[in-house]
Structures are given as C-alpha cells and as structure tokens.
C-alpha cells in the first residue's frame, strides 16, 4: 500500500477505475477494497499526468454522489521568467468541454475590461440643467445622463452632492429627469432565471444604477429588551419603517423565511397599493415588517429590491441633496427622459475607478456591476446604445488579439448569471495564464478571492491554510467561485508551499453540484501542498 502514496485516477474507455501507481515501466494489476464503486486497480504504465485526478477528488466526489462525466478539471503550472510565460499542464480531466461556469465568467469580463480600459479608467455621470441660477435658487429640472457606473453608492452620491452645492446651489425647484440612452432598453428588462425579482442578484443593467438598486436594512436584537431594531441603508426621502417584527429564540438557520415584507404608499393620508400610485402625487413610502425574528441572528443582513429604478433613484437624490444641505422648492418628481439639446452642463462627475470595482466583482461575485462592466466594453469600443452582442463581440476580437480560440465560449451577460453561458475549463485556463503576461497582471490577481481571508473564500480552507503557518512564506489561494441551481466552479491561482504556482479551473454540471465543494477544496488543498510533486518548502 506504500505505493499508493501518489496515486492518480484514470477513467479507461471501459468505464472501470484504474488506477497509476507510478511502479515505473512495470504494469502490476491489484485488486483491493476501496470504495463501494471502486474495487479494482490497474497500473497503466503509459498514462500522463495530464489525464489523471487526485485520489482526494476522487473520494469526494464518490461520497458525494457526483459522476465523473459531470465534471471537468484542468490544472496548469505556470512560470514566469522576466517577461515571458511558460506553462505546463498537470491534470486535463474533461477540459476541453463547454460547461456552465456560474459566476467565474466574470473572470474573462473583467481581465478583459482591464487590458482594453485600464485599472483607472472611471465612469461619468453628467449633470445638466434646463433652468435658471438666481441668488442660490436652480429654478428649473435636473437632468442625470449615465454611463453604467457600477458603484454609483451613497458616498459617491453625496460627493456628487456637494460638487452641486459648490456651484452656488442652495435650493432646487424642479424636477429629475433620468437620461438612461447609454444602454438598449433590451438590457434593462428585468427578466431572471429564477423568478426571484426582489432579490439583489438579480438587479438588472441600469447606466444610473443607484446603490444596486437594493434596500439593506439591518436588524438587530436586544437580549435585555426583547427589542428589534431596523436600521437600513441608503438614505431615501420621504421613508420610514413599520416594525412589528416579534422576538423568538429559534436556531438562527432559515430567519428569513419567517420575515414578511411589504411596501405602502400613501398620499393625502390614504394609503394605497404601490402599482396604483400617482406620480404627481406627494407620496410617502413604508416599508412594513411583521413575523419572527430569532434572537441569535442579531445582526442579519435582509436586502431587498423594493423600488422601480425612478423611484429609488429618486428618493436617494432628494435624500442626499438634503444631507448635503441644499432644499428642495418642493418633493421633486423622477421620470426618464432624453438630455434636451438646449440644456447646459453643471458637472462631470467621475466614478471610482475600474480597479476598484474589479476587486467588488471579483472578491463578492456582484452580478449587476460585472452586467454594466460587460455592457461598458460595448459602449466604449462601439458606442451606444451598448448591447449584450456588442459586448460580446469586443470580447471576441480581444481574445483573438491574444491568439486565445474559445469556440465553445457563450456568453449573454458576462456575470455568470445565466443558463446558456459556456466556457472549457482549459480555456478558463488558458486565458489564467495568459493573464500573467499583461501590464495589469498584478491588478486581476490580487482581485481574486483570497482563501480563508475574503470575497467569497473567506471561510473556505480555514483548516488547510493552518497547516502552512509555520512557513516563512505562507501559500495562497485565490479562487473565483461560482454557483447556480446544479452548478459549482472554481478557477483562479494556487500558490503552493514551496512557491509554484497553479492555474485551477473545475467545473461541476450536475444536479448534485451543491455537494461539490469539498472535491473543488481537496483538488485545492493537493495543490497547496505541490499536487503531484511534493517538494520541499521554503
């Protein structure tokens, strides 16, 4: 059995496992008790590297009832000498099929937007005015054009803010009106794969998207005074909270499913259903919950689409002029409309830039930002309005610039969020390691999740990761996730004990996906420790 130290799994054309014990030229056939459908090993003398897995990967995805046609891996050790990158493949298990790859096509839309715009490439919102500045008074309508940026948040909106009342602005009268050309309105349909509209994921394309079009409200429990407090996040105007929220002390698991939600307005002190409402009304906005809330999950975090996107974008701008001190003549109204050819220009206001906003895409997997980065390629090298299919064409031509050939590749938003989406493990790779030659090289690697320390690998390898703290120079993983109902992925860098670094990509397609992470962790772990050629660390 020593020999099965550093054993790797071939699946032969009969569909039996067989087994390389690397016993050199001799081929040697055992037969032993390994696992329920895993009874008989067979060295194969001529078997590569590249067409084996690790017995770890093997064993988990047996336990976890995952077939090995329903996954593919690919893992590649990349080396890196002044400027020139040279690769070497370790594992091609299915590489070369096009799988759903979740939310690791983000991979390939920001790598993209990176070497085409630059990591300091910003966004711009201009602001535009029809009327008159007299003695501190803007009598006239404010126009916002925008251009997609994707972190259009409360801070920026104050900045924005308070560049307006540097102008000499103290007080508005006038509406908003909301000039969103940038994109076609096709991309701004709110369709989803899941029919959960009201939850944050699924927020679609907006160019003046505001704080991800998404109410945060945070609840937290008082033990002493059997009390709920709701606090929530952006500002709005002219909204308040109706908290009947009661106090219980069941487990914490599933606290959602015990909450209810829903949105009133009201006008001249009648309430009314939110589809009924007038926009020449004054409206004002309640947000009521009622059910359980258990005491243990102080401190929860319940999002919510709640708002069409004028409303919302609405009620923060009036909010954040008043925080900035400016008044509002009167509660102004938001609708869409063009840009008038005779209105002047107040500001050009500049976004955070794209290096920043690829470290949020990549680190917490925002499906919305990486949409409008996806759709901002389109309006940068082709003009707008963007499209998905313009989009997709810059992609293309840039992949061809690299001499990088995806046939398989699909793409429809470049979020990941998609049924059709496809992409080959090996070319998810491929394009990793390409990655490594580009001026912004460090700018994508660093924006990678990080195990056990952020993003969405935050509490992954936590035990692994212990085992490297006596080593001067501790090992890394940085891994891009992704998941959809029957999908799990993975893909990004492994930097092993001893300094190599790997290219990993694995895709699972399967309705036991779910069950997959521990087989993406254990193929994650082989690597930390150097996969099939431990050596010693430095």
Request: glycine share 6%.
């Amino acid at each position: 059995m020593q020999l099965l130290r550093n054993t790797y799994f071939k699946l032969a054309i009969t569909k039996k496992p067989i087994f390389n014990l690397k016993a050199g030229a001799i081929n040697v056939i055992y037969v032993f008790a390994f696992a329920a459908n895993f009874a008989v090993a067979q060295t194969i003398a001529d078997n590569k590297p590249s067409q084996v897995i690790p017995i770890p990967v093997l064993k988990s995805l047996e336990k976890n009832q995952i077939p090995l046609d329903k996954i593919s891996i690919s893992v590649i050790e990349v080396s890196k000498v002044n400027t020139e990158v040279s690769s070497q493949e370790l594992i091609d298990w299915r590489s070369n099929l096009g799988m759903n790859p979740a939310s690791t096509i983000k991979l390939l839309t920001t790598l993209t937007a990176l070497d085409i715009l630059g990591p300091q490439y910003r966004w711009i919102t201009k602001v535009f005015t029809d009327g008159i500045l007299n003695q501190g008074t803007l009598k006239g309508n404010i126009y916002l054009q925008g251009t997609g940026d994707p972190k259009l948040v409360p801070e920026e909106l104050a900045r924005m803010m308070k560049s307006l009342r540097d102008l000499g602005i103290q007080r508005i009268d006038g509406d908003l009106i909301f000039d969103r050309s940038a994109y076609s309105p096709s991309v701004m349909e709110h369709d989803t794969i899941d029919g959960e509209s009201l939850r944050a994921y699924n927020v679609p394309p907006d160019p003046l998207l505001y704080a991800f079009r998404t109410l945060s409200f945070q609840l937290n429990a008082a033990r002493s005074t059997e009390l709920i407090d709701i606090n929530y996040s952006p500002a709005l105007a002219q909204f308040k909270v109706n908290n009947n929220l009661k106090l219980n002390r069941l487990p914490c698991e599933y606290w959602r499913k015990d909450i209810q939600f829903d949105l009133s307005a009201y006008a001249e002190n009648t309430f009314q259903n939110t589809s009924s409402v007038n926009p020449s009304d004054n409206i004002q906005w309640q947000a009521n919950f009622s059910g359980v809330f258990p005491l243990p999950c102080s401190g929860a975090t319940y999002n919510i689409v709640a708002f069409d996107p004028n409303t919302f974008l609405t009620l923060g701008i009036s909010a954040a002029w008043e925080l900035s001190g400016g008044v509002w003549a009167q509660p102004p109204k938001g609708r869409s409309g063009p840009v008038p050819i005779t209105a002047r220009q107040l500001l050009e206001f500049q976004g955070v830039n794209l290096g920043s906003d690829v470290q949020d895409i990549n680190k917490y997997s925002n499906n919305v930002m990486a949409r409008q980065l996806f759709l901002t390629l389109a309006l940068e090298k082709i003009g707008k309005p963007a499209t998905t299919s313009n989009s997709e064409q810059v992609i293309l031509a840039w992949l061809k610039q690299r001499k990088l050939n995806f046939p398989e590749l699909v793409l429809e938003n470049g979020s990941g969020l998609s049924r059709n989406e496809t992409i080959s493990a090996l070319h998810m790779n491929e394009l990793l390691v390409s990655a490594r030659s580009l001026s912004i090289s460090d700018v994508f690697y660093n924006s990678l999740p990080l195990a056990g320390k952020d993003g969405t690998m935050k509490n992954r390898l936590l035990t692994q990761l212990r085992k490297f703290l006596h080593l001067k120079k501790q090992p890394e993983a940085r891994i891009k996730t992704g998941s959809l109902a029957e999908v799990r992925a993975i893909s990004g860098y492994v930097m092993s004990k001893s300094g190599n670094l790997y290219a990993v990509t694995s895709f699972i397609n399967h309705p036991n996906a779910y069950r997959g992470q521990d087989a993406h962790d254990q193929l994650l772990e082989w690597l930390l420790n150097d996969g099939p050629e431990p050596k010693q660390a430095r």
